[in-house]
């Protein structure tokens, strides 16, 4: 669809309840700004006024993993180039200050100058489910962990009676008899207060099992479907597969190359040479949990996968710290993982020597 006029690009600050547009001509100036509620009436107006002033080359929108969700799939289903834009530093709104308008304005230069090059998720597909799966799974784990560990502080300061019965129990065991207690109805007394609450903790803990069990059961064949290949690589299980999909999107040929794909998982090598000295160190930048998800297969893979260990022992002679071999060899997985997730799943994802990794 064409429209007539001068090219203009788009800018907006997100907000909750409300988004603020404006548009700038192709020189960066000013041309208008304005308020717009985030509902699906709102996005549509939003898109027309911003089309009134020109042509629309393309939309900054600040945070469109968040308040800018919709209406980034708004624009994007409309023919719009969205762009993700950072919102401004802490110098730059020293100097300039802090409004809807500065931020909206400032989005849509960003745009413009070429400093906002990012091409945000398209939330549209699989991976968008396995992400919002795992994040009632993330909280079901967290308050099980939370259960256990109040379970063992009430043991810890109860009854001596009540400690000793339970204190050579395995965790199943301990959880299925805890479950069972029957504290009595006088809660006035300590020991039936301890016993009411450990049978309720138990029980919580039982509860959030089945929870979690019923999201893996949902999760492991929509990861399965959204990427076979990388469900092949060795050290590679569901867990860090949905982590490794949520953190590349439903579009992840969005990362140019597997270089930018390193540098989204915080692994990409940064130099810290000085002098005689040539060397490289962790890169602490990046999603950090897509960073873990290949942390733990690297650790997977020294434990029990021998051509790993080969290379470790190989590196370790060579005079390179634990950390730094590591380093290496996330960099390499990394390389593994970003073929897994951009192949078709007609192509295989081959094992190469761990040589590049170096």
Known sequence: MTHDGPEITGGVDTHGLTHHASVVDQVGRHLADREFPATIRGYRDLLEWMRSHGTLVAVGVEGTGAYGAELARVLTAAGVTVVDVDRPDRKTRRMKGKSDPIDAYAAATAVLSGRATGIPKSRDGVVESVRVLRTARRSAVKARTQAMNQIRG??????????EQF?????A???RTLARLRPGDDLSRPLAATRAALRRLARRHQAMDTEIAELDAEIAPLIKQAAPALLELFGVGPETAGQLLASAGDNPERMRSEAAFANLAGVA???????RTHRHRLNRGG???ANNALHT???VRMRFDERTRTYVERRTKQGMSKKDIMRCLKRFVAREIYRALTSTPTEQTPQTSLAPAA
């Open 154 to 163: 009430l043991l810890v300061s109860a009854p001596a009676m009540l400690r």
């Open 167 to 171: 204190s050579a129990l395995d965790r």
């Open 173 to 175: 065991a301990l959880i």
């Open 269 to 275: 090598p940064i130099p810290a040479s000085s002098g």
């Open 287 to 289: 999603d950090r949990a």
């Open 297 to 299: 297969i690297v650790l």
